[in-house]
């Protein structure tokens, strides 16, 4: 079989209804980020200083659209890298299971770039059962039926919830063995001692002989990485001011987002780059369902977004520091970005 060339596909088969629901499943998971976490994280990061919102919020499904769009953006090389990388080398991914594993996906979205790794199992073990993880339940749905109308060999049981809840569900289910990913970058989220309470809680999840493959960005030279977070079309400033919107849906906030102004710039001395939300002049905005008002000296930013890019030592210590020991990796030619896959010690 060629590279790009689809496997094990149901298109034309006439899937219909029924045939659909007894390979989808979508499950709420119970605890995690709920409504009300989403309150709190407002009150508490606009009422501290400097102000903050937690990146996690984003990805309402306003949120998740607009990030699969700056997907496609030419700046940012990331998702472009690392679906090449995916689509070039999944057969090894996969072969290094002998038997047929489950595939988890934390942070799934639109599965696009995962399709690659579920079409070479479905080719390697015939059917195969895929386990993505999302807050969007309506972005899983639309992922999960497209899967499964192209791949015949797949089934989807679909989490609806945060990490968290969800690998801690999962460590009640002796599924084995299983492909853990955390694609995407969206580790470089986080700091480092939440980046290592993360990978641990995967490893919590995992039983031996189960694998991670982690997606990551590495350190280059600064333009490259403030064009990707500054796209020339507005959009991942669209993206930023949503959460904006998104506190004026659901908690009844005043804010203008025209009022704001959408900057990211990279800091060398912590590898990562910064996203924030910029007051262009004094103004004091009501959340009428926090009770609260938040007021904002001109230039005075919300800090909504770090994004950490990592040296090749630095990814070998995660590992260490989380259980975890590297079987193999990929990086492209330039060196931009690397794919390990981290076996569970």
């Given amino acids: 079989m060629r590279d790009g060339e689809a496997v094990g596909t149901g298109r034309g088969l006439g899937i219909d209804a029924d045939r659909?629901?007894?390979?989808?499943?979508?499950?709420?998971?119970?605890?995690?980020?709920?409504?009300d976490c989403f309150a709190e994280a407002v009150r508490i990061g606009l009422g501290s200083m400097p102000k903050w919102l937690p990146c996690r919020y984003f990805y309402d499904?306003?949120?998740?659209?607009?990030?699969?769009?700056?997907?496609?953006?030419?700046?940012?090389?990331?998702?472009?890298?690392?679906?090449?990388?995916?689509?070039?080398?999944?057969?090894?991914?996969?072969?290094?299971?002998?038997?047929?594993?489950?595939?988890v996906e934390l942070g799934s979205g639109s599965s696009r770039k995962t399709r690659w790794l579920l079409e070479a199992a479905c080719a390697r073990f015939g059917t195969i059962?895929?386990?993505?993880?999302?807050?969007?339940?309506?972005l899983l749905k639309v992922a999960a039926e497209a899967l499964t109308?192209?791949?015949?060999?797949?089934?989807?049981?679909?989490?609806?919830?945060?990490?968290?809840?969800?690998l801690d569900l999962l460590r009640k289910r002796r599924e084995c063995p299983r492909l853990f990913l955390f694609l995407g970058s969206s580790l470089g989220n986080y700091e480092r001692d939440?980046?290592?309470?993360?990978?641990?809680?995967?490893h919590d999840a995992s039983h031996a002989g189960d694998r991670l493959l982690l997606g990551t960005d590495l350190?280059?030279?600064?333009?490259?990485?403030?064009a990707a977070y500054n796209d020339a079309s507005g959009l991942t400033a669209?993206?930023?001011?949503?959460?904006?919107?998104?506190?004026?849906?659901?908690?009844?906030?005043?804010?203008?987002?025209?009022s704001f102004i959408h900057r990211a710039h990279y800091d060398a001395a912590r590898s990562r780059v910064e996203m924030h939300l910029v007051s262009r002049h004094e103004q004091q905005v009501r959340i009428d369902k926090l009770g609260m008002v938040a007021a904002f000296s001109e230039g005075e930013t919300i800090h909504t977004e770090n994004s950490h890019k990592y040296t090749i030592t630095e990814?070998?210590?995660?590992?260490?520091?989380?259980?975890?020991?590297?079987?193999?990796?990929?990086?492209?030619e330039a060196g931009w970005y690397r794919v390990q896959m981290w076996r569970r010690v």
Wanted: hydrophobic share 45%.
């Fill in 20 to 35: 659909r629901a007894e390979r989808v499943r979508l499950v709420e998971v119970v605890g995690g980020q709920t409504d």
């Fill in 61 to 103: 499904t306003a949120g998740s659209r607009l990030f699969e769009r700056i997907c496609d953006l030419p700046e940012y090389y990331l998702t472009r890298i690392e679906e090449r990388l995916l689509r070039t080398n999944r057969r090894e991914m996969v072969e290094r299971f002998g038997t047929t594993p489950v595939i």
């Fill in 129 to 138: 059962e895929y386990m993505p993880i999302d807050v969007s339940g309506p």
């Fill in 149 to 166: 109308d192209a791949l015949a060999g797949l089934r989807v049981t679909a989490l609806v919830g945060d990490y968290r809840a969800a």
């Fill in 194 to 202: 939440s980046a290592i309470a993360l990978l641990r809680h995967i």
């Fill in 219 to 226: 350190v280059k030279d600064a333009a490259i990485l403030e």
């Fill in 238 to 258: 669209q993206f930023n001011k949503n959460l904006l919107l998104r506190i004026n849906r659901e908690l009844g906030g005043r804010f203008d987002v025209g």
């Fill in 315 to 332: 990814l070998q210590e995660l590992a260490a520091g989380s259980g975890f020991v590297e079987e193999l990796a990929w990086t492209d």
